[in-house]
C-alpha cells in the first residue's frame, strides 16, 4: 500500500488558522500533531487568551493538515470519504467554534467574517460551506447585530429539513425560523435534534420543548406525560451521572413547568431548591445570578407563594434585572390584594423595551389588575391592548379572548365580577407568558443568548478521533 503524502502549505501561503499572516510567519512552529487541543485547554485554565488564541489557530492549520492528508484525497478517489467527512467537519467546526468566542473576548469581533471567508478553503467542501454559513449567522446574532441578516446567511446553507445531519445547523434553525413552521414540522425537527444526539443536556433542553410545543397548542395533558417523562430519566441517571452545569439549570425548568401545569407544590418546591442551588454557585455573573433569581421567583409564583416569588423578583431588579421582574412585582402585589400597589408599579414598566412573549407578559398583568381597580382609564387602555395583541399560541390567544371578555363586562358594569376577578388571578387561567418560553429550543436554551452560546463553543468539545494516520 503506497505511503500517502503529507499535506502541508508553503511557506509563502495564507496560514490555514485564516490569521491573515503566511504560514511561515505563523502557525508552524506551534503546530500540536497528537497533542491537538492541550495547549488551548491549558492557556485557558491559566486565562491567558493571548495565548489560547494562538494555540487555537495552531489546532485549526493541524486539523486542516490532516483533513487535507487523509480525507480529502478519499473524498476525490470516492472511497469512504464521506465517513471521514462528517468527523473533519464537526471536528474543525469545534475548533472554529473556540476560535470565535476567543475573537469576541479579545475584542477581535470585528474581524470574525473576514476569518470565515479565509477558513470558507480549509475543507473544500459543501458540507463545510454550511459550517461557515452557520458561524456567519451566529455572528449577525451577537449584541447589536441583525437578526434579519443572520437569517439570511442561514439560507444559504440551503434547505433545512428533517433529514439534516448537522445537529448545529438544525439548533440554529429553530431559533430563527420555528415561529414560522407549523406545529407537526417543529416536532419532526426537534425528534431529529434528539435522534442526533443522546446526550442527557441535549435531551433535557430538546425533549423539554416538546413539552412546551403541546402545551402551546392546549394539550396540558401531553406536555405534562413528556415532562414527566424526561424528569424521571434525570432521576434515574443522576445517581451515576450527577447533574453539571446547565443540565442543573434545565432540571429546574422542567421540574418548574411540570409543577405549574399539574399544581404540584412538592415539584414547584422541589425547582425553588435547584435554583437555590445554582444561586450557591460563584460561577455567575450579576445578570446571570438575576436571571436565576428570576426563574425562583417564577417557582414560587407558580405555587402561590407571593411573599417568596416578590423577594426573588426584587433581587433580580437589584442585581440590574429586566423590566419583566417588574411585571411579576406587580402580579405578587395584585394577588394579595394591594392593587393600588401593584398598579404604580405595573406603571414603572417600560412596555416599549419589551420582546414579543414578555410583552405579552405585561398585557396580561396589565389586563388582571385594570379588572381589580375597575377604573375607566385603566380598563379602557387593557382592552385596547388585548385587541391588539395577538399571539400566535392557540393556549395564550385563548388567555387574550378571556381577559378581553372580562375587561369588557368590567367597563360596562363598572364593578369585577367575582368572575372576573378568578379569571383574572393564576387560579382562573396562566396569568403570564413568557416563563413558558424560558425552554425555547435551542443550543443556549433561553430563547438566543449569545453570551451562553459564546460560552457553549469555548469548552465544546471535538466528538470522533480524527483520521491522523499518514
Given at each position: ?24 510567519d505563523?502557525c ?91 477558513l470558507?478553503?480549509?475543507?473544500q ?48 434553525y ?23 444526539d443522546?446526550d ?14 403541546y ?63 445554582l ?27 407571593w ?84 399571539p ?10 378571556n ?68
Amino acid at each position: 500500500m503506497p505511503i500517502r503524502k503529507k499535506w502541508k502549505p508553503k511557506w509563502s501561503e495564507p496560514c490555514p488558522c485564516a490569521s491573515g499572516k503566511k504560514y511561515k510567519d505563523c502557525c508552524w512552529r506551534r503546530l500540536p500533531d497528537f497533542d491537538i487541543g492541550k495547549a488551548y485547554t491549558a492557556a485557558l485554565r491559566e486565562k491567558n487568551l493571548d495565548r489560547a488564541l494562538l494555540a487555537t489557530r495552531a489546532d485549526v492549520t493541524q486539523y486542516t493538515i490532516w483533513h487535507k492528508t487523509n480525507t480529502a484525497p478519499a473524498l476525490a478517489a470516492g472511497g469512504v470519504g464521506l465517513q471521514l467527512l462528517r468527523i473533519d467537519v464537526n471536528a474543525l467546526g469545534a475548533y472554529v467554534g473556540r476560535l470565535s468566542s476567543l475573537y469576541f473576548h479579545l475584542g477581535l469581533w470585528k474581524d470574525w467574517p473576514a476569518v470565515l471567508d479565509r477558513l470558507r478553503t480549509n475543507i473544500q467542501h459543501p458540507a463545510w460551506y454550511r459550517k461557515i454559513a452557520y458561524y456567519l449567522s451566529f455572528y449577525y446574532l451577537s449584541p447589536g447585530g441583525d437578526r434579519a441578516k443572520a437569517r439570511q446567511e442561514l439560507a444559504k446553507a440551503g434547505p433545512i429539513t428533517k433529514k439534516e445531519e448537522d445537529l448545529e445547523l438544525l439548533q440554529l434553525y429553530v431559533d430563527l425560523e420555528f415561529d414560522d413552521l407549523p406545529f407537526a414540522a417543529r416536532m419532526e425537527i426537534l425528534d431529529r435534534i434528539l435522534e442526533l444526539d443522546n446526550d442527557r443536556e441535549n435531551q433535557l433542553q430538546y425533549r423539554g420543548a416538546k413539552a412546551v410545543q403541546y402545551f402551546m397548542i392546549g394539550d396540558a395533558q401531553t406536555a405534562a406525560q413528556q415532562l414527566a417523562e424526561v424528569i424521571g430519566f434525570v432521576r434515574q441517571t443522576e445517581a451515576d451521572e450527577p447533574l453539571e452545569g446547565y443540565e442543573k439549570h434545565l432540571y429546574g425548568r422542567l421540574l418548574q413547568l411540570l409543577g405549574s401545569l399539574k399544581r404540584y407544590k412538592s415539584t414547584l418546591k422541589e425547582s425553588a431548591l435547584q435554583f437555590h442551588a445554582l444561586l450557591l454557585e460563584d460561577r455567575w455573573t450579576q445578570s446571570g445570578r438575576a436571571a436565576i433569581q428570576r426563574e425562583l421567583g417564577d417557582s414560587y409564583r407558580y405555587a402561590d407563594e407571593w411573599d417568596q416569588a416578590e423577594m426573588a423578583y426584587r433581587q433580580a431588579i437589584a442585581l440590574g434585572g429586566s423590566h419583566l421582574d417588574k411585571v411579576h412585582v406587580a402580579e405578587c402585589l395584585l394577588y394579595r390584594k394591594q392593587i393600588d400597589a401593584a398598579a404604580t408599579e405595573i406603571d414603572t414598566v417600560k412596555r416599549e423595551t419589551l420582546p414579543r412573549h414578555e410583552f405579552e407578559d405585561f398585557v396580561f398583568a396589565y389586563a388582571a389588575i385594570a379588572i381589580w381597580s375597575a377604573k375607566t382609564d385603566r380598563l379602557t387602555e387593557a382592552k385596547t391592548l388585548l385587541r391588539a395583541l395577538g399571539p400566535a399560541e392557540p393556549i395564550f390567544n385563548d388567555r387574550r379572548l378571556n381577559l378581553l371578555l372580562r375587561v369588557t363586562e368590567t367597563l360596562a358594569s363598572g364593578t369585577p365580577s367575582a368572575v372576573a376577578k378568578a379569571d383574572s388571578t393564576p387560579k382562573g387561567g396562566l396569568a403570564t407568558v413568557a416563563s413558558f418560553f424560558e425552554l425555547k429550543p435551542n443550543i443556549a436554551g433561553i430563547g438566543f443568548n449569545f453570551n451562553a452560546m459564546i460560552d457553549y463553543f469555548a469548552r465544546k468539545k471535538t466528538k470522533g478521533e480524527p483520521n491522523k494516520s499518514d
